[in-house]
């Protein structure tokens, strides 16, 4: 009996201390917890984006009075504000790439806001996306081939910042043509103009943002829009970028590439540089060995005689001021 009234002792002494242990367990997770939520308060914020009462894409002007428009553009600026890494490289390469589209734009009367279409399609990189289109300007094969690019196993222009920003213009001076405003040759960029089209036939509206569409086109004009937004004043949105962390315009010299059977490691070796700046400088370069059947003759950037250096890429520029439009 005494040995029993021990054992329910200790039990109950265990009891108690399990109690004990379980209420300072929780009291400590609460603390933490407690803590956990006063850091996230004083030190991660999350804005919703200001929207502006006017818009225009390519001189038209966006009917932001219509609520699924202005709901449109609030979605596609919550998630590029919110996709930091992206948009800040996105910045950062458009320094580079920005003025020779710019120019090629200007030249082939389309509008300066086409190059936000540019930024959204690639990043501004040459991608190549699951469905095989490749390039800047995002080309499939025919369509590319169709506005004039050279696309072959050795050679691939879709790659080539300028002769597909002009193959570029052209598509988009057709789709203007075809189905009457830039906005619509934008979401037929995407799409294709048969599939706009019957979709404009379909449904009796002649406006982009009338049209009932698939998600990926009736998202895309708002997302050109976003980054338009967001290019045109990062500070606003959050990019905090300055002059000098951004890349700049490589500095080149341009050689001819002639012959059959080139060995292209030793055409690199012979002007002063390696395959690697070569392919860099050239991207549309597709092999090592340029057999060239046809025997053309292409213009190949060379870099200057420092110019894989960044101070003399830079020419000793140290702006620390923040980008203030794109």
């Known amino acids: 009996m005494k040995r029993l009234c021990i054992i329910a002792i200790i039990l109950a002494s265990l009891a108690i201390a399990g109690e004990a242990f379980i209420f300072a367990t929780h009291k400590e997770k609460n603390e933490q917890e407690a803590l956990h939520a006063r850091a996230i308060r004083a030190d991660y914020r999350v804005y919703a984006p200001s ?20 709901e449109g553009l609030d979605r ?59 390039g800047y300007w995002q080309f499939m094969k025919t369509t590319g081939a169709n506005y ?34 830039w906005t619509e040759a934008a979401a037929a960029y995407n799409c294709g103009e048969g599939g706009l089209s019957t979709r404009i036939a379909k449904q009796g509206q002649s406006s982009y943002y009338d049209l009932y569409l698939n998600s990926e086109t009736q998202r895309y004009v708002y997302r050109i829009l976003a980054i338009k937004l967001i290019f045109q004043n990062p500070q606003s949105y959050g990019y905090h970028i300055r002059q000098c962390d951004t890349y700049p315009e490589l500095p080149y010299t341009e050689v001819e590439l002639s012959g059959q059977n080139v060995d292209l490691y030793q055409f ?55 980008i203030k439009k794109l």
């Open 51 to 70: 929207i502006p009462d006017t818009l225009y894409f390519c001189g038209e002007r966006v009917p932001l009075n219509i609520y699924y428009v202005r």
């Open 76 to 134: 596609e600026l919550v998630s590029n504000m919110y996709y930091q890494s992206n948009t800040t490289f996105c910045i950062k390469r458009a320094t580079r790439l920005f003025p020779t589209i710019e120019r090629i734009l200007k030249e082939e009367g389309v509008p300066e806001d086409m190059k936000y279409l540019c930024v959204i399609e690639s990043s501004l990189t040459n991608a190549t996306s699951p469905a095989g289109a490749k």
């Open 148 to 181: 004039g690019l050279e696309i072959s196993d050795e050679i691939d222009m879709r790659n080539d910042l300028e002769a597909s920003t002009r193959a570029a213009c052209r598509f988009l001076k057709t789709l203007k043509s075809r189905l009457g405003g």
């Open 268 to 322: 690199a070796t012979q002007n002063g540089t390696s395959y690697k700046m070569l392919r860099n400088l050239n991207p549309w370069i597709t092999t090592d060995k340029l057999k060239n059947k046809n025997n053309k003759t292409y213009t190949v950037r060379i870099p200057t005689k420092k110019g894989t250096e960044y101070n003399t890429i830079v020419k000793g520029r140290h702006d620390t001021t923040m």
